[in-house]
Protein backbone atom coordinates (compact mmCIF):
# COMPACT_ATOMS: atom_id res chain seq x y z
CA UNK A 1 0.00 0.00 0.00
CA UNK A 2 2.75 2.27 1.11
CA UNK A 3 4.79 1.29 -2.38
CA UNK A 4 1.36 2.69 -4.18
CA UNK A 5 1.39 5.98 -2.94
CA UNK A 6 4.91 6.48 -3.60
CA UNK A 7 4.67 5.87 -7.37
CA UNK A 8 1.44 7.67 -7.62
CA UNK A 9 2.84 10.74 -6.25
CA UNK A 10 6.15 10.15 -8.83
CA UNK A 11 4.28 9.39 -11.48
CA UNK A 12 3.82 12.60 -14.41
CA UNK A 13 0.84 13.47 -15.13
CA UNK A 14 -2.09 15.57 -14.03
CA UNK A 15 -2.63 16.19 -10.09
CA UNK A 16 -5.14 13.90 -8.64
CA UNK A 17 -8.54 15.54 -7.98
CA UNK A 18 -8.80 17.64 -4.92
CA UNK A 19 -11.14 16.40 -1.98
CA UNK A 20 -14.23 17.86 -0.88
CA UNK A 21 -12.61 20.14 1.61
CA UNK A 22 -10.14 21.46 -0.41
CA UNK A 23 -12.76 22.57 -3.58
CA UNK A 24 -14.68 24.23 -1.20
CA UNK A 25 -11.95 26.45 0.13
CA UNK A 26 -9.77 27.79 -2.32
CA UNK A 27 -5.79 28.24 -1.19
CA UNK A 28 -4.48 31.10 -0.14
CA UNK A 29 -3.20 33.04 -2.96
CA UNK A 30 -6.19 31.80 -5.03
CA UNK A 31 -9.69 33.53 -6.08
CA UNK A 32 -13.04 32.05 -6.05
CA UNK A 33 -14.85 34.66 -8.91
CA UNK A 34 -14.85 33.19 -12.43
CA UNK A 35 -12.07 34.51 -15.15
CA UNK A 36 -13.24 37.90 -16.55
CA UNK A 37 -15.25 37.37 -19.46
CA UNK A 38 -12.90 38.66 -22.80
CA UNK A 39 -14.66 41.41 -23.86
CA UNK A 40 -13.10 44.52 -26.29
CA UNK A 41 -11.97 47.89 -25.12
CA UNK A 42 -14.95 50.38 -23.89
CA UNK A 43 -17.35 47.77 -24.92
CA UNK A 44 -20.02 45.99 -22.60
CA UNK A 45 -20.65 42.39 -22.56
CA UNK A 46 -23.71 41.54 -20.40
CA UNK A 47 -24.27 38.05 -21.39
CA UNK A 48 -21.08 35.83 -22.98
CA UNK A 49 -22.52 35.88 -26.15
CA UNK A 50 -23.37 39.95 -26.48
CA UNK A 51 -21.14 42.09 -27.46
CA UNK A 52 -22.45 46.00 -27.24
CA UNK A 53 -20.16 48.56 -28.59
CA UNK A 54 -22.57 50.95 -29.53
CA UNK A 55 -22.07 54.90 -29.84
CA UNK A 56 -18.27 54.59 -28.68
CA UNK A 57 -17.07 56.78 -32.25
CA UNK A 58 -15.16 53.72 -33.15
CA UNK A 59 -13.24 53.93 -36.46
CA UNK A 60 -11.73 50.82 -36.59
CA UNK A 61 -13.25 47.26 -36.14
CA UNK A 62 -12.76 46.84 -32.62
CA UNK A 63 -10.95 43.12 -32.04
CA UNK A 64 -11.09 40.58 -29.22
CA UNK A 65 -14.63 39.73 -30.05
CA UNK A 66 -15.04 36.21 -28.52
CA UNK A 67 -15.74 33.46 -31.21
CA UNK A 68 -18.80 32.70 -29.16
CA UNK A 69 -20.91 36.07 -29.92
CA UNK A 70 -24.43 35.72 -31.01
CA UNK A 71 -25.33 39.15 -30.60
CA UNK A 72 -22.66 42.12 -31.97
CA UNK A 73 -23.64 45.81 -32.14
CA UNK A 74 -21.76 48.45 -33.42
CA UNK A 75 -24.44 51.08 -34.40
CA UNK A 76 -23.85 54.89 -34.07
CA UNK A 77 -20.51 54.66 -34.68
CA UNK A 78 -17.39 56.01 -37.14
CA UNK A 79 -16.23 52.39 -38.95
CA UNK A 80 -15.63 52.86 -42.41
CA UNK A 81 -15.12 49.95 -43.96
CA UNK A 82 -15.33 45.73 -42.30
CA UNK A 83 -12.28 43.87 -42.41
CA UNK A 84 -13.14 39.96 -43.71
CA UNK A 85 -10.39 38.60 -41.61
CA UNK A 86 -12.76 39.75 -37.70
CA UNK A 87 -15.67 39.20 -39.33
CA UNK A 88 -14.83 35.32 -40.93
CA UNK A 89 -14.26 34.63 -36.74
CA UNK A 90 -17.72 35.37 -36.11
CA UNK A 91 -19.54 32.17 -37.72
CA UNK A 92 -22.07 31.81 -34.74
CA UNK A 93 -23.17 35.55 -34.91
CA UNK A 94 -26.78 35.41 -35.42
CA UNK A 95 -27.46 39.40 -34.92
CA UNK A 96 -24.94 42.03 -36.42
CA UNK A 97 -26.59 45.47 -36.38
CA UNK A 98 -24.58 48.65 -37.90
CA UNK A 99 -26.60 50.72 -38.66
CA UNK A 100 -25.40 54.48 -38.24
CA UNK A 101 -22.09 54.50 -39.54
CA UNK A 102 -19.95 55.54 -42.54
CA UNK A 103 -19.51 51.97 -44.31
CA UNK A 104 -18.58 52.69 -48.24
CA UNK A 105 -19.49 49.48 -50.50
CA UNK A 106 -15.67 49.88 -51.17
CA UNK A 107 -15.05 48.77 -47.38
CA UNK A 108 -17.60 46.09 -47.47
CA UNK A 109 -15.70 43.13 -49.56
CA UNK A 110 -17.68 40.65 -51.58
CA UNK A 111 -17.01 37.60 -49.75
CA UNK A 112 -17.89 39.89 -46.23
CA UNK A 113 -20.51 38.07 -44.42
CA UNK A 114 -19.78 34.47 -46.39
CA UNK A 115 -18.88 32.75 -43.12
CA UNK A 116 -21.79 34.25 -41.11
CA UNK A 117 -23.51 31.10 -41.48
CA UNK A 118 -26.37 31.41 -38.67
CA UNK A 119 -26.69 35.36 -39.44
CA UNK A 120 -30.54 35.50 -39.29
CA UNK A 121 -30.74 40.16 -38.46
CA UNK A 122 -28.19 42.73 -40.13
CA UNK A 123 -28.72 46.33 -40.38
CA UNK A 124 -26.57 48.38 -42.13
CA UNK A 125 -29.11 50.93 -42.51
CA UNK A 126 -27.82 54.45 -42.52
CA UNK A 127 -24.62 53.93 -43.67
CA UNK A 128 -22.80 54.89 -47.22
CA UNK A 129 -23.15 51.80 -49.71
CA UNK A 130 -23.21 52.55 -53.24
CA UNK A 131 -24.82 49.43 -53.79
CA UNK A 132 -25.70 46.63 -51.91
CA UNK A 133 -23.83 43.18 -50.70
CA UNK A 134 -23.73 41.05 -53.39
CA UNK A 135 -24.27 38.11 -51.31
CA UNK A 136 -26.25 37.73 -47.92
CA UNK A 137 -26.40 34.54 -45.47
CA UNK A 138 -28.79 31.89 -46.67
CA UNK A 139 -29.89 32.15 -43.52
CA UNK A 140 -31.03 35.77 -42.84
CA UNK A 141 -34.56 36.68 -41.53
CA UNK A 142 -34.69 39.92 -41.57
CA UNK A 143 -32.35 42.75 -43.49
CA UNK A 144 -32.09 46.47 -43.18
CA UNK A 145 -30.18 48.12 -45.82
CA UNK A 146 -32.31 51.80 -45.73
CA UNK A 147 -31.08 55.09 -45.96
CA UNK A 148 -27.62 54.20 -47.98
CA UNK A 149 -27.25 55.72 -51.37
CA UNK A 150 -27.92 52.42 -53.05
CA UNK A 151 -28.73 52.24 -56.75
CA UNK A 152 -28.25 48.11 -57.70
CA UNK A 153 -29.23 44.97 -55.69
CA UNK A 154 -27.98 41.82 -56.75
CA UNK A 155 -29.56 38.42 -57.24
CA UNK A 156 -27.90 36.87 -54.39
CA UNK A 157 -28.63 39.72 -52.29
CA UNK A 158 -31.92 38.97 -51.03
CA UNK A 159 -32.42 35.81 -53.86
CA UNK A 160 -32.12 31.94 -52.11
CA UNK A 161 -32.87 32.75 -48.45
CA UNK A 162 -35.41 30.45 -47.68
CA UNK A 163 -36.42 31.65 -44.11
CA UNK A 164 -36.27 35.71 -45.12
CA UNK A 165 -39.43 37.52 -43.63
CA UNK A 166 -38.02 41.30 -43.95
CA UNK A 167 -36.23 43.74 -46.46
CA UNK A 168 -36.16 47.05 -45.43
CA UNK A 169 -34.41 49.44 -48.75
CA UNK A 170 -36.79 52.77 -47.80
CA UNK A 171 -34.57 56.00 -48.28
CA UNK A 172 -32.29 54.99 -51.09
CA UNK A 173 -31.76 56.03 -55.09
CA UNK A 174 -33.18 52.55 -56.34
CA UNK A 175 -34.57 52.77 -59.93
CA UNK A 176 -36.57 49.75 -61.92
CA UNK A 177 -32.87 48.94 -63.62
CA UNK A 178 -31.16 48.52 -60.31
CA UNK A 179 -33.68 45.69 -59.27
CA UNK A 180 -32.87 42.38 -60.99
CA UNK A 181 -36.12 40.25 -62.07
CA UNK A 182 -35.01 37.36 -59.96
CA UNK A 183 -34.11 39.74 -57.40
CA UNK A 184 -36.07 37.60 -54.49
CA UNK A 185 -35.82 34.19 -56.30
CA UNK A 186 -35.94 31.53 -53.92
CA UNK A 187 -37.34 33.56 -51.17
CA UNK A 188 -40.78 33.05 -51.13
CA UNK A 189 -41.62 33.62 -47.48
CA UNK A 190 -40.83 37.78 -47.48
CA UNK A 191 -43.95 38.92 -45.89
CA UNK A 192 -42.55 43.19 -45.08
CA UNK A 193 -40.38 45.03 -48.08
CA UNK A 194 -39.96 48.13 -47.53
CA UNK A 195 -38.87 50.42 -51.14
CA UNK A 196 -40.02 53.97 -50.13
CA UNK A 197 -38.50 56.99 -50.42
CA UNK A 198 -36.47 55.84 -54.02
CA UNK A 199 -36.34 56.33 -57.59
CA UNK A 200 -38.81 53.98 -59.18
CA UNK A 201 -41.18 54.78 -61.90
CA UNK A 202 -43.32 51.74 -61.55
CA UNK A 203 -44.05 49.14 -59.04
CA UNK A 204 -41.32 46.18 -59.61
CA UNK A 205 -42.61 42.84 -61.29
CA UNK A 206 -41.74 39.54 -59.65
CA UNK A 207 -42.24 40.97 -56.32
CA UNK A 208 -42.17 38.12 -53.39
CA UNK A 209 -45.70 36.13 -53.36
CA UNK A 210 -46.27 35.75 -49.65
CA UNK A 211 -45.68 39.73 -49.25
CA UNK A 212 -48.76 40.93 -46.60
CA UNK A 213 -46.76 44.64 -46.69
CA UNK A 214 -45.50 46.56 -49.45
CA UNK A 215 -44.42 50.57 -49.12
CA UNK A 216 -43.80 51.73 -52.30
CA UNK A 217 -44.79 55.48 -51.25
CA UNK A 218 -42.38 58.74 -52.20
CA UNK A 219 -41.04 57.35 -55.22
CA UNK A 220 -41.83 58.17 -59.23
CA UNK A 221 -44.21 55.45 -59.78
CA UNK A 222 -46.81 56.69 -62.59
CA UNK A 223 -47.88 53.29 -63.29
CA UNK A 224 -49.00 49.51 -62.01
CA UNK A 225 -48.05 46.91 -64.76
CA UNK A 226 -50.71 44.37 -65.59
CA UNK A 227 -50.04 41.80 -63.62
CA UNK A 228 -47.43 43.39 -61.53
CA UNK A 229 -49.58 42.43 -58.48
CA UNK A 230 -51.37 39.83 -59.45
CA UNK A 231 -49.72 37.20 -57.15
CA UNK A 232 -49.49 38.73 -53.77
CA UNK A 233 -53.15 37.32 -52.84
CA UNK A 234 -51.72 37.42 -49.07
CA UNK A 235 -51.07 41.67 -49.32
CA UNK A 236 -52.78 43.40 -46.67
CA UNK A 237 -50.93 46.96 -46.88
CA UNK A 238 -50.15 48.40 -49.53
CA UNK A 239 -49.01 52.09 -49.67
CA UNK A 240 -48.70 53.98 -52.67
CA UNK A 241 -49.10 57.33 -52.06
CA UNK A 242 -46.81 60.53 -53.00
CA UNK A 243 -46.15 58.84 -56.17
CA UNK A 244 -47.16 59.94 -59.83
CA UNK A 245 -50.26 58.07 -60.18
CA UNK A 246 -52.70 58.71 -63.61
CA UNK A 247 -56.16 56.84 -64.02
CA UNK A 248 -54.13 55.60 -67.53
CA UNK A 249 -51.18 54.09 -64.84
CA UNK A 250 -54.00 51.92 -63.57
CA UNK A 251 -56.46 49.14 -64.51
CA UNK A 252 -59.92 47.23 -63.69
CA UNK A 253 -57.76 44.03 -62.34
CA UNK A 254 -54.92 46.17 -60.96
CA UNK A 255 -56.10 45.59 -57.25
CA UNK A 256 -59.23 42.71 -58.28
CA UNK A 257 -56.70 39.91 -57.07
CA UNK A 258 -55.55 41.38 -53.85
CA UNK A 259 -58.43 39.10 -52.09
CA UNK A 260 -56.66 40.51 -48.36
CA UNK A 261 -56.32 43.60 -49.16
CA UNK A 262 -57.61 45.91 -46.14
CA UNK A 263 -55.67 49.32 -46.07
CA UNK A 264 -54.86 50.86 -49.78
CA UNK A 265 -53.17 54.69 -49.76
CA UNK A 266 -53.34 56.38 -52.75
CA UNK A 267 -52.80 59.68 -51.44
CA UNK A 268 -50.57 62.19 -53.42
CA UNK A 269 -51.31 61.24 -56.64
CA UNK A 270 -52.77 62.72 -59.95
CA UNK A 271 -56.00 60.36 -59.90
CA UNK A 272 -59.30 61.98 -61.25
CA UNK A 273 -61.41 58.99 -60.05
CA UNK A 274 -61.92 56.56 -57.63
CA UNK A 275 -59.96 53.15 -59.01
CA UNK A 276 -61.73 49.98 -60.42
CA UNK A 277 -61.80 47.02 -59.28
CA UNK A 278 -61.30 47.51 -55.47
CA UNK A 279 -61.68 44.29 -53.25
CA UNK A 280 -64.43 43.59 -51.13
CA UNK A 281 -61.88 43.09 -48.02
CA UNK A 282 -60.62 46.44 -47.90
CA UNK A 283 -60.95 48.54 -45.11
CA UNK A 284 -59.14 51.24 -44.78
CA UNK A 285 -59.29 54.21 -48.68
CA UNK A 286 -57.38 56.68 -48.34
CA UNK A 287 -57.22 58.89 -51.78
CA UNK A 288 -57.02 62.39 -50.27
CA UNK A 289 -54.85 65.40 -52.69
CA UNK A 290 -55.76 63.62 -55.85
CA UNK A 291 -57.56 64.91 -58.54
CA UNK A 292 -60.74 63.57 -58.41
CA UNK A 293 -63.63 65.83 -59.24
CA UNK A 294 -66.60 62.88 -58.47
CA UNK A 295 -67.17 60.01 -56.84
CA UNK A 296 -69.01 56.96 -58.78
CA UNK A 297 -71.15 54.73 -56.44
CA UNK A 298 -70.04 52.08 -59.43
CA UNK A 299 -66.55 52.05 -58.31
CA UNK A 300 -67.12 51.64 -54.85
CA UNK A 301 -69.73 48.60 -55.11
CA UNK A 302 -67.07 46.30 -54.97
CA UNK A 303 -65.53 47.34 -51.66
CA UNK A 304 -68.55 46.89 -49.49
CA UNK A 305 -66.74 46.43 -46.74
CA UNK A 306 -64.99 49.78 -46.71
CA UNK A 307 -64.99 51.39 -42.96
CA UNK A 308 -62.76 54.52 -43.06
CA UNK A 309 -63.29 56.34 -46.67
CA UNK A 310 -60.35 59.48 -46.87
CA UNK A 311 -61.26 61.91 -49.68
CA UNK A 312 -59.74 65.14 -48.62
CA UNK A 313 -58.48 67.90 -50.72
CA UNK A 314 -60.34 66.59 -53.99
CA UNK A 315 -61.66 69.38 -56.25
CA UNK A 316 -65.65 67.62 -55.72
CA UNK A 317 -67.37 71.18 -55.40
CA UNK A 318 -71.05 70.81 -55.03
CA UNK A 319 -71.09 68.18 -57.94
CA UNK A 320 -68.79 65.64 -56.66
CA UNK A 321 -70.42 63.63 -54.39
CA UNK A 322 -74.21 62.93 -55.46
CA UNK A 323 -77.06 61.31 -53.71
CA UNK A 324 -76.50 57.55 -53.17
CA UNK A 325 -72.53 57.78 -54.41
CA UNK A 326 -71.78 55.97 -51.33
CA UNK A 327 -75.16 54.17 -50.98
CA UNK A 328 -72.54 51.12 -51.16
CA UNK A 329 -70.69 51.46 -48.54
CA UNK A 330 -73.36 49.97 -45.84
CA UNK A 331 -70.29 49.87 -42.46
CA UNK A 332 -68.66 53.10 -43.49
CA UNK A 333 -67.26 54.37 -40.08
CA UNK A 334 -65.47 57.50 -41.12
CA UNK A 335 -65.59 59.58 -43.69
CA UNK A 336 -63.39 62.44 -43.82
CA UNK A 337 -63.88 65.00 -46.55
CA UNK A 338 -61.60 68.69 -45.52
CA UNK A 339 -61.34 71.45 -47.84
CA UNK A 340 -63.49 69.85 -51.00
CA UNK A 341 -65.15 72.96 -51.94
CA UNK A 342 -68.87 71.40 -50.69
CA UNK A 343 -71.42 73.87 -50.01
CA UNK A 344 -73.26 71.37 -48.06
CA UNK A 345 -73.72 68.61 -46.09
CA UNK A 346 -73.69 65.59 -48.69
CA UNK A 347 -76.98 63.91 -49.24
CA UNK A 348 -77.95 60.11 -48.37
CA UNK A 349 -74.70 58.93 -46.47
CA UNK A 350 -74.51 55.80 -45.22
CA UNK A 351 -76.62 55.30 -42.37
CA UNK A 352 -74.34 53.43 -39.79
CA UNK A 353 -71.04 56.07 -40.01
CA UNK A 354 -70.15 57.39 -36.54
CA UNK A 355 -67.61 60.23 -38.09
CA UNK A 356 -68.34 62.90 -40.31
CA UNK A 357 -65.91 65.24 -41.09
CA UNK A 358 -65.98 68.23 -42.87
CA UNK A 359 -63.71 71.02 -41.77
CA UNK A 360 -62.37 73.74 -44.40
CA UNK A 361 -65.55 73.57 -46.61
CA UNK A 362 -68.00 76.37 -48.00
CA UNK A 363 -70.76 74.91 -46.03
CA UNK A 364 -72.92 77.59 -45.11
CA UNK A 365 -76.35 76.09 -44.19
CA UNK A 366 -77.39 73.27 -41.93
CA UNK A 367 -80.84 72.30 -42.42
CA UNK A 368 -83.20 70.33 -40.42
CA UNK A 369 -82.78 66.48 -42.18
CA UNK A 370 -79.28 67.19 -43.75
CA UNK A 371 -78.20 64.92 -40.74
CA UNK A 372 -80.86 62.99 -40.54
CA UNK A 373 -79.82 60.21 -42.68
CA UNK A 374 -77.37 59.72 -39.96
CA UNK A 375 -78.74 59.25 -36.53
CA UNK A 376 -75.65 57.06 -35.22
CA UNK A 377 -73.18 59.84 -35.74
CA UNK A 378 -70.69 59.93 -32.31
CA UNK A 379 -68.37 62.98 -33.99
CA UNK A 380 -69.23 65.82 -36.19
CA UNK A 381 -66.60 67.86 -37.53
CA UNK A 382 -67.62 71.48 -39.25
CA UNK A 383 -64.91 73.54 -37.75
CA UNK A 384 -64.15 76.10 -40.78
CA UNK A 385 -67.39 76.67 -42.35
CA UNK A 386 -69.30 79.49 -43.20
CA UNK A 387 -71.95 78.96 -40.88
CA UNK A 388 -73.88 81.53 -39.71
CA UNK A 389 -76.44 81.11 -36.84
CA UNK A 390 -79.34 81.95 -38.82
CA UNK A 391 -78.80 79.25 -40.86
CA UNK A 392 -78.86 76.95 -38.69
CA UNK A 393 -81.92 74.87 -38.26
CA UNK A 394 -82.72 74.62 -34.07
CA UNK A 395 -83.61 71.01 -35.28
CA UNK A 396 -79.91 70.38 -37.39
CA UNK A 397 -79.03 68.11 -34.24
CA UNK A 398 -82.48 66.86 -33.12
CA UNK A 399 -81.67 63.38 -34.22
CA UNK A 400 -78.48 62.84 -33.20
CA UNK A 401 -78.35 61.26 -29.81
CA UNK A 402 -75.33 59.29 -30.17
CA UNK A 403 -72.84 61.96 -31.05
CA UNK A 404 -70.27 63.01 -28.42
CA UNK A 405 -67.65 65.42 -30.42
CA UNK A 406 -69.07 68.39 -32.03
CA UNK A 407 -67.01 70.75 -33.54
CA UNK A 408 -68.09 74.13 -35.26
CA UNK A 409 -64.71 76.39 -34.17
CA UNK A 410 -64.01 78.96 -36.86
CA UNK A 411 -67.54 79.77 -38.32
CA UNK A 412 -69.82 83.09 -38.53
CA UNK A 413 -71.74 81.64 -35.05
CA UNK A 414 -72.97 84.57 -33.26
CA UNK A 415 -74.79 82.53 -30.54
CA UNK A 416 -74.88 79.11 -29.09
CA UNK A 417 -76.58 76.38 -31.62
CA UNK A 418 -80.17 75.81 -30.46
CA UNK A 419 -81.28 71.71 -29.59
CA UNK A 420 -77.59 70.50 -28.50
CA UNK A 421 -77.47 66.51 -27.99
CA UNK A 422 -77.74 65.75 -23.97
CA UNK A 423 -74.61 63.24 -24.64
CA UNK A 424 -72.01 65.74 -25.72
CA UNK A 425 -68.67 65.44 -24.05
CA UNK A 426 -66.48 67.77 -26.35
CA UNK A 427 -68.10 71.17 -27.76
CA UNK A 428 -65.69 72.98 -29.74
CA UNK A 429 -67.27 77.01 -30.80
CA UNK A 430 -63.79 79.08 -30.67
CA UNK A 431 -62.98 81.50 -33.33
CA UNK A 432 -66.61 82.41 -33.90
CA UNK A 433 -68.43 85.68 -33.31
CA UNK A 434 -70.16 84.66 -30.37
CA UNK A 435 -71.12 88.01 -28.14
CA UNK A 436 -73.46 86.13 -26.14
CA UNK A 437 -74.41 83.14 -23.97
CA UNK A 438 -77.65 81.88 -22.39
CA UNK A 439 -78.24 78.90 -20.42
CA UNK A 440 -80.88 77.76 -23.07
CA UNK A 441 -78.78 76.11 -25.34
CA UNK A 442 -76.44 74.65 -22.89
CA UNK A 443 -79.40 73.09 -20.22
CA UNK A 444 -79.17 69.18 -20.39
CA UNK A 445 -75.55 69.08 -21.35
CA UNK A 446 -74.98 67.48 -17.80
CA UNK A 447 -72.02 65.06 -19.89
CA UNK A 448 -70.24 67.84 -21.37
CA UNK A 449 -66.63 68.02 -20.49
CA UNK A 450 -64.27 70.07 -22.52
CA UNK A 451 -65.92 73.47 -23.97
CA UNK A 452 -64.05 75.48 -25.69
CA UNK A 453 -65.15 78.98 -26.41
CA UNK A 454 -61.78 80.64 -26.75
CA UNK A 455 -61.37 83.74 -29.47
CA UNK A 456 -64.87 85.26 -29.10
CA UNK A 457 -66.11 88.43 -28.36
CA UNK A 458 -67.38 87.31 -24.80
CA UNK A 459 -67.46 90.14 -22.04
CA UNK A 460 -69.08 88.67 -18.07
CA UNK A 461 -71.81 90.69 -18.47
CA UNK A 462 -73.38 88.87 -21.82
CA UNK A 463 -72.81 85.66 -19.72
CA UNK A 464 -76.26 85.10 -18.35
CA UNK A 465 -76.94 84.08 -15.04
CA UNK A 466 -77.48 79.89 -14.99
CA UNK A 467 -75.62 79.61 -17.80
CA UNK A 468 -73.23 76.94 -16.36
CA UNK A 469 -75.34 75.21 -13.76
CA UNK A 470 -76.24 72.39 -15.76
CA UNK A 471 -72.71 71.65 -16.81
CA UNK A 472 -72.32 69.28 -14.04
CA UNK A 473 -69.61 66.89 -15.35
CA UNK A 474 -67.58 70.21 -16.69
CA UNK A 475 -63.81 69.39 -16.60
CA UNK A 476 -61.77 71.64 -18.89
CA UNK A 477 -62.99 75.47 -20.03
CA UNK A 478 -61.18 77.69 -22.39
CA UNK A 479 -62.65 81.30 -22.58
CA UNK A 480 -59.05 82.41 -23.41
CA UNK A 481 -58.83 85.47 -25.89
CA UNK A 482 -62.18 87.37 -25.50
CA UNK A 483 -62.99 90.59 -23.43
CA UNK A 484 -63.09 89.72 -20.29
CA UNK A 485 -62.52 92.11 -17.26
CA UNK A 486 -62.88 90.67 -14.20
CA UNK A 487 -63.52 86.42 -12.95
CA UNK A 488 -66.85 84.66 -14.71
CA UNK A 489 -68.84 84.00 -11.52
CA UNK A 490 -70.63 80.37 -10.21
CA UNK A 491 -68.36 78.64 -12.27
CA UNK A 492 -68.98 74.73 -12.41
CA UNK A 493 -67.91 72.47 -9.51
CA UNK A 494 -66.55 70.24 -11.55
CA UNK A 495 -63.75 72.38 -13.12
CA UNK A 496 -59.81 71.56 -13.50
CA UNK A 497 -58.74 73.38 -16.07
CA UNK A 498 -59.41 76.79 -16.30
CA UNK A 499 -57.96 79.38 -19.47
CA UNK A 500 -58.50 82.46 -19.12
CA UNK A 501 -55.43 83.82 -20.96
CA UNK A 502 -55.78 87.04 -23.12
CA UNK A 503 -58.57 88.59 -21.66
CA UNK A 504 -58.56 92.11 -19.99
CA UNK A 505 -58.60 90.97 -16.44
CA UNK A 506 -57.31 93.35 -14.06
CA UNK A 507 -58.34 91.88 -10.26
CA UNK A 508 -58.99 88.14 -8.97
CA UNK A 509 -60.75 88.41 -6.13
CA UNK A 510 -61.07 86.24 -2.65
CA UNK A 511 -63.91 84.62 -3.70
CA UNK A 512 -63.23 84.18 -7.67
CA UNK A 513 -62.58 80.05 -6.86
CA UNK A 514 -65.12 79.47 -4.27
CA UNK A 515 -67.08 76.86 -6.52
CA UNK A 516 -64.19 75.50 -8.29
CA UNK A 517 -62.63 73.29 -5.35
CA UNK A 518 -61.65 70.99 -7.79
CA UNK A 519 -59.34 73.49 -10.25
CA UNK A 520 -55.92 71.68 -10.94
CA UNK A 521 -54.82 74.58 -13.96
CA UNK A 522 -55.37 78.20 -14.17
CA UNK A 523 -54.26 79.88 -17.33
CA UNK A 524 -53.85 84.26 -16.61
CA UNK A 525 -51.40 85.12 -19.21
CA UNK A 526 -51.58 87.82 -21.28
CA UNK A 527 -54.40 89.73 -19.08
CA UNK A 528 -53.88 93.32 -16.94
CA UNK A 529 -53.07 91.73 -13.82
CA UNK A 530 -50.26 93.56 -11.82
CA UNK A 531 -48.75 92.23 -8.63
CA UNK A 532 -51.52 93.35 -5.76
CA UNK A 533 -54.38 92.06 -8.60
CA UNK A 534 -54.53 88.61 -7.00
CA UNK A 535 -56.30 88.11 -3.43
CA UNK A 536 -53.86 86.51 -1.06
CA UNK A 537 -56.61 84.09 -0.02
CA UNK A 538 -57.72 83.57 -3.25
CA UNK A 539 -56.55 80.23 -4.12
CA UNK A 540 -56.95 78.55 -0.71
CA UNK A 541 -60.00 76.78 -1.21
CA UNK A 542 -58.18 74.56 -4.04
CA UNK A 543 -55.71 71.99 -2.86
CA UNK A 544 -55.32 70.42 -5.96
CA UNK A 545 -54.33 73.76 -7.77
CA UNK A 546 -50.89 72.38 -9.47
CA UNK A 547 -50.34 75.29 -12.07
CA UNK A 548 -50.95 78.81 -12.49
CA UNK A 549 -49.52 80.55 -15.38
CA UNK A 550 -49.71 84.61 -15.38
CA UNK A 551 -46.90 85.56 -17.37
CA UNK A 552 -46.99 88.08 -19.82
CA UNK A 553 -48.92 90.83 -17.34
CA UNK A 554 -47.55 94.06 -17.16
CA UNK A 555 -46.01 92.88 -14.14
CA UNK A 556 -44.31 89.67 -12.77
CA UNK A 557 -47.01 88.03 -10.43
CA UNK A 558 -46.39 85.57 -8.05
CA UNK A 559 -49.01 83.12 -7.12
CA UNK A 560 -49.11 81.61 -3.83
CA UNK A 561 -50.51 77.99 -3.98
CA UNK A 562 -52.00 76.25 -1.23
CA UNK A 563 -50.00 74.19 1.35
CA UNK A 564 -51.14 71.18 0.15
CA UNK A 565 -49.84 71.07 -2.93
CA UNK A 566 -46.78 71.31 -5.33
CA UNK A 567 -45.20 74.94 -5.62
CA UNK A 568 -45.00 74.67 -9.53
CA UNK A 569 -46.63 78.09 -10.28
CA UNK A 570 -45.12 79.30 -13.66
CA UNK A 571 -45.17 83.30 -13.19
CA UNK A 572 -42.60 84.67 -15.34
CA UNK A 573 -42.12 88.15 -16.51
CA UNK A 574 -43.26 89.63 -19.60
Known sequence: MRLSLLLLLLLPGPPPALGMEDAAFPHPGESSQPPPRACPLRCSCPRDDTVDCDGLDLQVFPDNITRAAQHLSLQNNQLQELPYNELSRLSGLRTLNLHNNLISSEG??????????????????????????????RSLRVADLAANQMTEIFPLTFGEKPALRAVYLHN?????????????????????LSLSSNRLRYVPPSLPPALERLHLQNNLISKVPRGALSR????????????????????????????????????????AAVPAGLPHTLAVLHLGRNRIRQVEAARLRGARGLRYLLLQHNPLG?????????????????????????????????????ALVLPHNRVAMLGARDLAATPGLTELNLAYNRLASAHVHPRA????????????AGNQLTRLPAGLPAGLHTLRLQRNQLRALEPEPLAGLDQLRDLSLAHNQLRVGDIGPGTWHELQALQVLDLSHNQLSFMPPDLPEALEELHLQGNRISYV?????????????????????????????AF????????????????????????????????EGP
Open 172 to 192: NQLGNTGLPPDAFRGSAAVAT
Open 397 to 408: FRRLRALRSLDL
Open 318 to 354: AAGLPAGALRPLRDLHTLHLYGNGLDRVPPALPRRLR
Open 509 to 537: GPEAFLSTPRLRALFLRANRLHVTSIAPE
Open 108 to 137: LPDEAFESLTQLQHISVAQNKLSVAPQFLP
Open 232 to 271: QTHLRELHLQHNQLTDSGLDATTFSKLHCLEYLDLSHNQL
Open 540 to 571: LGLPHLRVVDTAGNPEQVLVRLPPTAPRRPRA
